[in-house]
């Protein structure tokens, strides 16, 4: 596919589509065929897209910021602004927004098949966090990434207090309390940047910015990174907001906490990327990122070690592997954004298989996750407990799963910067996901079942066909990315080098 | 002069704003207190970013037929701020919604509106 400076329209569907199905399925409300049928056409629609799509740009108001010759919209002209809202729809976009369409299925399929009441609001919010994800991606200017970020946390409060549990609504309560903090601080930060450039637009913003003296107002500069950051801290949930963020991971379904980690993943590699490409060469700039990610890499995971829930494990463990995709970004190097990018890719696959598991045990299992609870689930569900055990082999960085692979570029990326030290640290990650996993996975899968308790999972588990074959195709993909890493570098190297070399290209 | 004084004045209003706000929403254990806190902080922000966008001795920057396109650029407002400040009211009204939504469920299953109460963490 040819990359062209055209106003492409199916770019805008991605967003557009959803929107329109949330609208549809909220009205509908209980009419649980109805709902069922437009919101797997809804997703199959926009995984086609996805997949199909063209690369180029889309731009609401003014012009592209790339024109086709290869030359930059800004000149010293009269007009000292520009209005450039647009969308870019590149390699890097086509294959994280198409896993993110794939996730989108099938968290639709589960939620239509284990819920039944209020699915139809339930289903709007899960299409609207899409959106948010799809957007922050996709864009190419402050305006857009500021209401996409406001957007996705609403909806992540939305989905998590959906599941109407005591916890899960105080979960959403304070979560929402500190995005009205990181809201309003990304909010400054637009409008400084805005102040200091006179542009909205990131390429238009950034070519000024180096073509230009700050002088004095480069405190300003600052000032804006330290206000994007804490944006990027909340959307991802990094250090100092894992508390709030593992909360909510915990308190959701499990099946839309696959969406939620798959939102705050792409955000974090989306941000961090616009970061990196309008802060990059300000000094402490990535030593800033990079001490965030350490800190939530270490903080997760001894979080996870110390917990006796599988559901809390894997809570902790996203928010530790986040921190896994942001010390690539924050390395600033080629194999460092490389890394970080394949590393949020895997992460949601082999993090989603672990929470469909957990979606079997707890609504169809009619059990729980603690590991305290029975134990001999391999017996009742043989195909269950080997899509978990191979899921967190996966997580755990074993070969020849996809998580083997990525973590191997980042301690390569890593050492190549100099840093032990942050290679030491991934290496003890990986170490303690695989403790942390296998303990909860031996409990309640491969111990065997207590005679004469109360505290057991029902008869057999019945898998459903539509559960199947989700984990079926999550760990294919895991594992043809691990044996066939190249396939996802072709998606992902142009957007390093531009990043790296020429950071006003989108 | 004045005018530079007004830009300024709009700055250390917005400023007030943000720190009381901010520091009921991190202090006060009301939740709706904490949620009139909040809409203070929302204020000051658009506040910071409508002075943010003032030009001395500037003209409403809506280009007429008869105007200079040399000189309009140099005297106009810069629009941005309005525009992100009438998005920032809608983003605003929205979260306040869900938070009073949410302190209202919270409210009829604790029977208190402490936060201190309410929001202490009990895992399921």
Redesign the interface.
């Known amino acids: 596919m040819n990359e062209a400076v055209t106003n492409l329209w199916s770019v805008p569907l991605l967003i557009i589509i959803p929107i329109l199905t949330a609208i549809l399925v909220n009205l509908l409300y209980n009419k649980t065929k109805a709902i069922r049928a437009i919101s797997v056409g809804a997703s199959i629609a926009v995984l086609a897209i996805a997949v199909l799509s063209p690369y180029g740009f889309h731009w609401f108001a003014g012009h592209p910021a790339v024109n086709s010759d290869g030359t930059y919209t800004f000149t010293a002209s009269?007009?000292?602004?520009k209005l450039s809202l647009e969308y870019y729809y590149g390699p890097l976009q086509q294959i994280l927004i198409g896993l993110m369409s794939l996730l989108l299925l099938f968290t639709v399929l589960i939620a239509t098949k284990s819920l039944s009441k209020n699915l139809g609001p339930y289903l709007a919010i899960i299409f609207l966090t899409y959106v948010s994800a799809a957007a922050v991606l996709m864009t190419n200017d402050f305006?857009h990434l500021?209401?996409a970020v406001?957007l996705g946390s609403?909806l992540v409060?939305?989905l998590v207090?959906s599941s109407g549990?005591?916890?899960a609504?105080?979960a959403?309560?304070?979560y929402?309390?500190f995005?009205?903090?990181a809201?309003?601080g990304l909010?400054?930060s637009?409008?400084?940047i805005?102040?200091l450039t006179?542009y909205?637009n990131i390429t238009d913003a950034i070519h000024f910015l180096m073509s230009n003296d700050l002088g004095g107002m480069y405190a300003v500069l600052y000032v804006a990174f330290a206000f994007l950051t804490l944006a990027w801290v909340y959307a991802g949930g990094l250090v100092p907001v894992h508390p709030l963020k593992s909360d909510v991971y915990r308190s959701a379904f499990p099946h839309g906490t696959v969406l939620l980690q798959t939102q705050s993943k792409l955000m974090l590699v989306a941000i961090g990327i616009v970061m990196l490409r309008l802060f990059g060469s300000l000094p402490f700039a990535t030593d800033v990122m990079l001490v965030i990610s350490v800190l939530t890499m270490i903080f997760g995971v001894v979080m996870a070690l110390i917990q006796t829930d599988l559901r809390?494990i894997l809570a902790y463990l996203i928010v530790s592997h986040s921190g896994l995709v942001t010390v690539g970004l924050s390395l600033g190097t080629y194999r460092g954004i490389v890394g970080g990018i394949f590393q949020a890719l895997n992460d949601v696959i082999y993090m989603s298989i672990l929470l469909i598991c957990c979606e079997m045990l707890l609504y169809f299992g009619k059990g729980s996750t603690s590991i305290k609870f029975g134990g001999g689930v391999a017996k009742k569900s043989p195909w269950l407990a080997a899509f978990a055990v191979l899921g967190a082999m996966a997580a755990s960085g074993i070969p020849p799963f996809n998580g083997f692979q990525s973590e191997l570029i980042l301690l390569q990326a890593a050492l190549e910067q100099g840093l032990p030290e942050v290679a030491a640290v991934i290496l003890m990650v990986s170490v303690s996901t695989f403790v942390a996993l296998f303990r909860a996975i031996y409990s309640i899968f491969l111990k065997p079942e207590p005679e004469k308790t109360s505290e057991s999972y029902v008869g057999r588990f019945k898998m459903p066909d539509v559960v199947f074959i989700s984990l079926v195709v999550l760990l294919s993909i895991s594992l043809i990315l691990g044996v066939y890493p190249q396939l996802a570098f072709s998606f992902i190297n142009e957007s390093a080098l531009k990043v790296v070399l020429v950071p006003w290209v989108p | 002069m004045i005018e530079i004084s007004l830009q300024l004045l709009g700055f250390i209003a917005a400023t007030v704003l943000v720190v009381v706000g901010i520091a009921g929403m991190l202090y006060l254990d009301n939740l709706i207190k904490k949620l009139i806190a909040f809409t203070l902080l929302s204020d000051g922000v658009n506040l910071a970013l409508v002075s943010l966008g003032y030009v001395q001795g500037g003209i409403v920057p809506i280009l007429e037929p008869d105007a200079s396109i040399f000189e309009f650029p140099n005297e106009a407002a810069l629009i941005f701020g309005p525009g992100i400040v009438l998005t920032n009211i809608v983003i605003g009204v929205s979260t306040t919604a869900i938070l009073a939504a949410l302190i209202v469920v919270l409210y009829r299953r604790y029977g208190s509106l402490k936060a201190s109460k309410v929001l202490k963490g009990d895992r399921e």
């Open positions: 009269v007009f000292s602004w305006y500021w209401i406001e609403l409060a939305g207090a549990t005591a916890y609504q105080k959403a309560l304070k929402t309390f995005s009205a903090l809201g309003s909010a400054i637009l409008g400084l805005l102040g006179g909205v809390w």
